[in-house]
């Protein structure tokens, strides 16, 4: 499926500002401000040092802004867990803290996002596996999916993937994708969305996902599941063809 760009100089400006370009632009002001998230919850907040960070911030599609009540030119992001431990953890451009202001450890915070989150380390590793590849990654729980996947920011184009994250070894906690309704439901529901839907399959290896570092071990297999036509089914093509030579036989 061809990208649905929202405007007629969106590819030009996607093209013109390549989202990794943008991404290496956060990271380095990240670290010059040594910046550092608040974990409440099953977010983090984040306050951007100043303007051009907010507008990077902004421009890579890294968590929401915080609306508050201040008059001033501050501005709060809301981070999920994944996108928070991605910075943190991943790209090492900021540090979370807890309560006390006390920076978290990679262990403390691995510990509470899978106290948190059902089948955290197998979204957290299917969230990595496509922002590294310069995806945007927004939720996708309104169309009953994990995640649904950008090619840019999401202000010039339309998303192109639903995205299911799933263990490849059937360990899964909701049972999704087990039977032929299910994978009927979503397909639909994708389709008529205008999304593709991509699975992506996490191999654990065999070995105990129980820390950040052990998630290294694990790889992903990108599925891509198109819509069964009815129409193109093997039975029914058999039967135009013997139409057809019936026809030239007459």
């Known amino acids: 499926m061809a990208p649905r760009w929202k405007g007629k100089d969106a590819e030009a400006t996607a093209l013109a500002e390549p989202m990794s370009t943008l991404v290496s632009q956060l990271q380095s002001s990240l670290l010059e401000s040594n910046s ?78 899978t106290s948190k989150r059902a089948g955290f380390p197998i979204l957290f590793k299917a969230y990595c596996h496509l922002r590294s590849k310069n995806w945007v990654m927004r939720a996708g729980s309104q169309y009953g999916v994990d995640f649904v996947a950008y090619r840019h920011h999401p202000s010039l184009l339309h998303s192109e993937y639903s995205v299911l994250a799933l263990p490849d070894d059937g360990e899964c906690t909701n049972d999704r994708l087990k039977v032929w309704s299910d994978f009927h439901c979503t397909l639909r529901l994708c389709g008529s969305v205008a999304k593709t839907l991509l699975v992506l399959r996490v191999s654990k290896r065999g070995k105990d996902v129980i820390s950040l570092s052990s998630l290294e071990h694990c790889c992903v297999e990108e599925v891509i599941v198109p819509r069964w036509n009815p129409e193109l089914s093997r039975q029914n093509q058999a039967m135009m063809v013997e139409k057809d030579l019936c026809k030239s036989r007459t």
């Open 36 to 113: 550092q998230g608040l974990l409440v919850g099953c977010t983090v907040l984040l306050l951007a040092a100043h303007p051009e960070q907010t507008n990077l911030f902004i421009r890579t599609a890294f968590g929401h802004p915080r609306k508050t009540a201040e008059k001033d030119n501050k501005q709060w992001f809301n981070l999920s867990l994944e996108e928070a431990l991605y910075l943190c953890v991943v790209m090492k451009c900021i540090k979370i803290v807890g309560i006390g202001k006390r920076p978290l450890d990679d262990q403390e915070l691995w510990s509470y996002s």
